[in-house]
């Protein structure tokens, strides 16, 4: 079963708002991502989790914050967005960081839409 | 650093004709992954291909094959045949082989949106 599962798949939210985006995979990954990508570009890494331990942030502003409960699950918490952060997010998963260039699966994403 | 260009920005074609997107790539690491994966209309990024830079043989998948020349620095994906569900977004992209550094990280092209009319 080669399968990640986002929810919700859409949301708009406003800016004083907090939401959480969810993902869920079981294919026993211990490597867990988020994606951010904009109408007409690629997705752009946010964070990457290893081990249910956060091992990278690319420098992404801290209203995102994001969480890895277990290894199945993971979780980006959204606080005082900005219009500008409106995007498609992506969540994936793959085997394990980096060995072998394993390709990572994605999940649908969610249509964050902030207001 | 890391570097892929897909030049094709859109391609319309008509159904049941072959098409070629280009991919062309750059890095100056020995060890790497280039990917191959489809973006439909409804958001998931569906994984294609996986190929090493030390395995150069093409590869056929159904109406799919993929030409990887190193000598070009290219990684080409045709689909024989479009169909109208071939209508997505495709994304080349590269990932370091290397341990260490920044090989968790995929490079991603611009992507080229294909549309196949019936």
């Known amino acids: 079963d080669t399968e990640v599962t986002q929810t919700p798949k859409h949301l708009v939210m406003g800016m004083t708002n907090k939401k959480s985006l969810k993902c869920e995979q079981h294919?026993?990954?211990?490597?867990m991502y988020w994606y951010k990508q904009k109408a007409k570009k690629p997705p752009e890494l946010m964070f990457v989790?290893?081990?249910?331990?956060?091992?990278i942030n690319e420098s992404v502003p801290s209203r995102f914050s994001p969480e890895c409960p277990n290894s199945s699950l993971l979780n980006l918490h959204l606080h005082a967005l900005q219009p500008e952060d409106s995007a498609l997010y992506l969540c994936?998963?793959?085997?394990?960081?980096?060995?072998?260039?394993?390709?990572?699966?994605f999940g649908q994403g969610t249509r964050l839409t902030v207001v | 650093a890391q570097k892929v260009t897909q030049a094709q920005t859109e391609i319309s074609v008509v159904e049941k004709e072959d098409v070629t997107l280009d991919c062309v790539y750059e890095?100056?690491?020995?060890?790497?992954?280039l990917f191959w994966y489809k973006q439909p209309p409804s958001g998931e990024l569906v994984f294609l291909i996986r190929?090493?830079?030390?395995?150069?043989q093409n590869e056929i998948s159904g109406r799919y094959s993929w030409n990887f020349q190193k000598s070009t620095s290219s990684f080409n994906f045709t689909i024989t045949a479009s169909q109208v569900v071939d209508s997505a977004v495709y994304f080349c992209?590269?990932?370091?082989?290397?341990?260490?550094?920044?090989?968790?990280?995929?490079?991603f092209g611009k992507g080229t949106l294909l549309t196949v009319n019936p």
């Open positions: 890095t100056r690491d020995t060890t790497y992954y």
């Open positions: 294919m026993g990954h211990r490597a």
């Open positions: 989790y290893s081990y249910e331990k956060l091992s």
């Open positions: 994936a998963s793959s085997p394990i960081v980096g060995q072998g260039g394993t390709e990572a699966f």
């Open positions: 992209a590269l990932i370091r082989g290397n341990s260490g550094g920044s090989n968790y990280k995929l490079t």
């Open positions: 190929r090493n830079s030390f395995d150069e």
